[in-house]
């Protein structure tokens, strides 16, 4: 058994791994008297994608190189990306800024949209608060007193060593464990690229075996069985460690944390580095630094104050009641990724009345547990004796789970959006007036199979048929590009779709929703030429994404356009992840 164990502990690190960043687009600007000349060189085997130049400027794909003048502004962005006969590249957003004071001196921006920036700091605090929980796990607290002990020792041993050097050490310990984890980060993006993150976080069968292991870690938490990677491992890296001497003894004893934590920290290093997939190029990198910080802070900081350990409590019942806790909340993320598999091969078996159940008797149980009405093998008899602590965490929990009970008649759950399906998979939605809808159209005999009527808002799932229902009603048309796996597309759907002001507009288009990530088989794979090679689309979610590539020369979601019935643009800019509303509707046509 310990032996499966160890496979599928090793399987969770294995998965972490990510090809070759590229960056096969160079840009430069000038300043030319009331005009400013941009200039992008590109690889030899890549062409560039231009999306959006200033105001909405729109051009084709280019080779070799581009130049473009443009009117002088204080900042000019430039949205594209680029591809080869293999891949695109996520959209970036490159930045030539004009300055006043140095018209001669233009300063170019690193090729980081807003939102990108965005991502990669809301990934770094999520690092940040998984650090903080593995800190809390007992596979790490009762390291910190064993380990800043083995720093102070060190130091009396080592004739002439004063405590500014054994302080020194603690910090080096510190930034050891920062680089093995960042380390990590850069690890996923060199292996799998920057492009292909995306399709790592959104792949099926990843999202299957995540959900499995994340499944067994709870189970492990629960108390069923315990999860270790081999002892001989970690028992050759200390002896290495204290055979050497320097920095390279203290990197060792960083790598002996690392293995000997790992069956506390692993669920929550795998999730972490899967929601950074496809976030930005630095996100896995990112994720990892916030969580080695917020690791790594107490070793140093005990090692400067060794007085404050005797002040930290004791491992016990404590501990085993937060490792329990913790196996909770990784069984209900597990939910999430078994859900992304559920709707890419359209399972139905996991649609969004069923996903918010299991939440409810989750957290619900989650909540008796905190009060000591349920109790696991590893649980002392002090159990039963509610903590206050316990007690206001419990009502947290049991309010959480109230709070989701209306979510089974189609209430829109904002705080759980990025993790439930979409609204799309709940059987039917009550109005506030009682009214059913959600229901599926029979329109002229099952002319639009793909037709759905969401409290007004017509919808479809194929581009052909909506195009046809908007050609025919001469209706505007609501392009939006998403993936059953893409978090930003359930947050705007829920911050921003779905607002009442939202809607009053977006009722006015023929919503067309194309899902990439769709794995439902083509009645006949069709055959394609790209980038001057053939390829064959088998699924769904094929197809979509090779009309937004090639089409809109883009392959990130959500990503909106508003069309005219005869599918010419309106706007020219599109729209990606923006949770501003009045932005969005500024951006809105009608």
Request: glycine content about 8%; proline content about 4%; overall charge negative.
């Amino acid at each position: 058994m310990k032996k499966i164990m160890t496979i599928f502990a090793v399987m969770a690190i294995a998965l972490t791994a990510a090809a070759q960043i590229v960056q096969p687009i160079k840009w430069a600007g000038a300043v030319e008297g009331d005009s400013i000349r941009l200039t992008a060189t590109i690889e030899k085997g890549w062409h560039l994608n231009i999306i959006e130049l200033g105001d909405g400027f729109y051009m084709d794909e280019y080779e070799g190189t581009f130049t473009e003048t443009v009117a002088k502004a204080d900042t000019i962005r430039v949205r594209y990306n680029a591809c080869d006969d293999k891949m695109c590249t996520a959209p970036e957003t490159w930045e030539f800024v004009s300055l006043a004071s140095s018209p001669d001196s233009p300063i170019a921006s690193s090729p980081n949209s807003h939102e990108g920036g965005q991502s990669i700091w809301w990934i770094f605090v999520m690092g940040l608060l998984g650090g903080l929980l593995a800190i809390f796990t007992p596979c790490v607290w009762p390291i910190i007193p064993m380990t800043v002990s083995f720093f102070i020792k060190r130091g009396g041993a080592a004739k002439g060593t004063t405590n500014a050097q054994v302080v020194r050490d603690a910090i080096l310990y510190g930034l050891s464990i920062v680089i093995i984890y960042v380390g990590l980060g850069l690890l996923v993006t060199l292996i799998f690229g920057a492009s292909a993150l995306n399709a790592l976080s959104t792949n099926a069968v990843v999202n299957i075996i995540f959900f499995l292991i994340l499944v067994l870690f709870a189970a492990s938490f629960f108390g069923a069985f315990e999860i270790t990677l081999p002892s001989s491992w970690s028992t050759a890296l200390n002896s290495k460690s204290n055979n050497t001497t320097g920095f390279l003894s203290i990197l060792l004893m960083a790598f002996t944390l690392v293995i000997v934590s790992f069956s506390c920290t692993g669920p929550i290093i795998g999730t972490l580095l899967v929601e950074a997939a496809g976030k930005s190029i630095l996100a896995p990198a990112m994720g990892m630094l916030g969580f080695a910080i917020a690791l790594a802070l107490p070793f140093s900081l005990f090692a400067m104050f060794p007085s404050v350990l005797k002040k930290l409590p004791k491992s016990g019942g404590w501990m085993n009641t937060f490792k329990v806790t913790l196996a909770f909340l990784e069984l209900a993320l597990a939910l999430k990724f078994l859900s992304v598999a559920d709707l890419a091969y359209g399972w139905h078996i996991l649609d969004r009345e069923v996903f918010v159940s299991l939440w409810i008797i989750i957290f619900s149980l989650l909540g008796c547990y905190l009060l000591g009405w349920i109790s696991f093998p590893h649980d002392d008899e002090d159990h039963r004796k509610t903590s206050v602590t316990r007690f206001f965490l419990a009502v947290i929990s049991l309010s959480f789970a109230m709070y989701m009970v209306p979510g089974l008649w189609g209430a829109p759950l904002r705080a759980i959006s990025a993790f439930a399906p979409p609204m799309n998979t709940q059987d039917w939605v009550m109005t506030s007036g009682g009214q059913v809808i959600g229901e599926r159209l029979e329109v002229k005999g099952g002319e639009y199979k793909t037709m759905t009527n969401h409290g007004g808002q017509i919808t479809f799932t194929d581009y052909e048929e909506g195009m046809a229902y908007a050609k025919e009603n001469n209706m505007p048309v609501f392009l939006d590009f998403n993936g059953f796996g893409c978090v930003n597309c359930r947050k705007m759907e829920a911050a921003v779709l779905s607002k009442p002001e939202v809607a009053e507009h977006m009722h006015k288009y023929v919503l067309i929703s194309l899902i990439v990530d769709d794995k439902t088989k083509l009645a006949e794979p069709i055959e394609v030429e790209e980038n001057g090679k053939k390829v064959t689309l088998k699924t769904i979610g094929d197809k979509w994404s090779y009309v937004q590539r090639t089409e809109y020369q883009s392959n990130a979601q959500p990503y909106y356009m508003q069309l005219d019935a005869d599918g010419n643009r309106i706007v020219e800019t599109s729209y990606a992840y923006d949770e501003d509303i009045e932005k969005f509707l500024n951006w809105l046509k009608y």
